[in-house]
């Protein structure tokens, strides 16, 4: 079984960073493209940033280019999500998924069905204005 292990939120003032960690140990995301996903308070869970397996392409989100960047370490198998400029409209719980349609006109989704079992826990940012 996958686990998924998501890292680095907590609180933080709104104009400030934060860097998120996915890794999936004994799994390993190294093949895959992955997805960084949030899930503000009631409210559905979206693709924010996407990258692929190579890390040569990524996507972002309208609302967070030019503040979010993804990125991978192929070395120690882990995926970043770097968010500077935070505003409190990014405040929600982060998870991370391999990611479908990366390289098509649509908008990339998860691999994983909204309740899949391979849902890590999620690390929460709480952006405070």
């Known amino acids: 079984q996958v686990q998924v292990l998501e890292s680095g939120g907590g609180p933080v003032e709104s104009g400030g960073s934060l860097r998120l960690s996915c890794e999936a140990p004994?799994?390993?995301?190294?093949?895959?493209?992955i997805g960084w996903f949030r899930q503000a308070p009631g409210k559905e869970r979206d693709v924010v940033a996407g990258?692929?397996?190579?890390?040569?392409?990524?996507w972002l989100e309208d609302s967070v280019k030019g503040r979010f960047t993804i990125s991978r370490d192929r070395a120690k198998d882990v995926v970043y999500l770097q968010m500077n400029s935070l505003k409190s409209e990014d405040s929600g719980t982060y998870y991370c998924?391999?990611?479908?349609?990366?390289?098509?006109?649509?908008?990339?989704?998860?691999?994983?069905?909204?309740?899949?079992?391979?849902w890590g826990q999620g690390t929460q940012v709480v952006v405070s204005s």
């Open positions: 998924a391999p990611l479908l349609g990366l390289y098509s006109d649509e908008r990339p989704r998860a691999a994983w069905e909204r309740g899949s079992i391979y």
């Open positions: 004994g799994h390993g995301f190294n093949n895959h493209a």
């Open positions: 990258i692929s397996y190579s890390g040569t392409q990524t």
